[in-house]
């Protein structure tokens, strides 16, 4: 059934389908093509090339990935040979980050997006201006969300943090997406890891930050992984992460 648009951004000509929970099963390439009539947006976007415009869409993440490089060499790692190369990867220059933040504030008053940091074989954290990017985007009341293997985590970004997530302005919660595989693998996740997240955790609690503290793991359905994983789920289920999701 078509459904017309009930939010305002979303041209009036794209048209979206009013869809049941299992269209939403198939890949996400499948998925789109139930939810959208692929037809009306090429007609928008023609019709926005005659009119010089730009089409209008909702703003809804803006994905960063602030570093060039990373502290682990996982084996599973996809990136490590896929161009550009490690030693030609760079840093995002100083400043940018918070340029984006500022400039979506101050150009885009009408969108909220997401910010999410992360990194394709890197890891967002290596950067040295994230504290300062959380801080801005704590400023304009965005949301935010990091996905690391956090091991870099200081004390100095957990404070940023919770500090920031607290002042979002949107009803979902900011989270961190802990990489646990990553540590499990370099043998550093009992002795690094684990006191990292838990002091992430106790942090949210005592100051009932807006916060979602979320644990992805890597597992191969074999049963060699289910042994090795068991005492990994039940160590983060006794921190009091949010989710663990194999
Ligand atoms: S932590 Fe992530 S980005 Fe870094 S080497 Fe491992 S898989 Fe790659």
């Known amino acids: 059934m078509m459904n017309g648009n009930s939010d305002s951004r979303i041209?009036?000509?794209?048209v979206k389908r009013d869809i049941g929970q299992e269209d939403l099963t198939p890949p996400p390439?499948?998925?789109?093509q139930k939810i959208?009539?692929?037809?009306?947006?090429?007609?928008?976007?023609?019709d926005c090339a005659a009119r010089e415009e730009p089409p209008r869409f909702c703003l809804s993440k803006i994905e960063i990935h602030p570093s060039g490089s990373c502290n682990l060499k996982c084996p599973f790692c996809y990136g490590q040979n896929l161009a550009p190369l490690p030693r030609d990867r760079k840093d995002?220059?100083?400043g940018t980050m918070t340029k984006i933040v500022t400039n979506v504030h101050d150009e885009m008053p009408e969108e909220n997006p997401l910010f999410v940091f992360a990194g394709m074989y890197s890891e967002p954290l290596l950067h040295p201006e994230v504290v300062d990017a959380l801080k801005k985007i704590g400023e304009y009341g965005?949301?935010?969300?990091?996905y690391t293997n956090g091991l870099l985590m200081s004390p100095n970004i957990q404070n940023a943090i919770i500090d920031n997530a607290n002042k979002t302005s949107t009803e979902k919660l900011s989270f961190v997406a802990f990489d646990i595989t990553a540590s499990l693998v370099s043998n550093k996740?009992?002795?690094?890891?684990?006191?990292?997240i838990e002091h992430l955790v106790n942090?949210?609690?005592?100051?009932?930050?807006?916060?979602?503290?979320n644990t992805p793991i890597l597992a191969i359905n074999r049963k060699s992984d289910h042994i090795t994983l068991y005492p990994v789920v039940r160590t983060l289920k006794n921190i009091g992460v949010d989710t663990i999701r194999l």
């Not at 959208?36 to 023609?46: G, H, N, P, T, Y």
């Open 203 to 213: 942090m949210k609690n005592n100051s009932e930050c807006r916060l979602q503290v």
């Open 92 to 94: 995002l220059p100083n």
């Open 189 to 196: 996740f009992y002795r690094e890891l684990v006191p990292i």
């Open 11 to 14: 041209p009036r000509n794209i």
């Open 142 to 146: 965005f949301r935010f969300g990091i």
């Open 36 to 46: 959208w009539d692929v037809d009306s947006i090429k007609e928008e976007v023609l």
């Open 29 to 32: 390439g499948e998925s789109f």
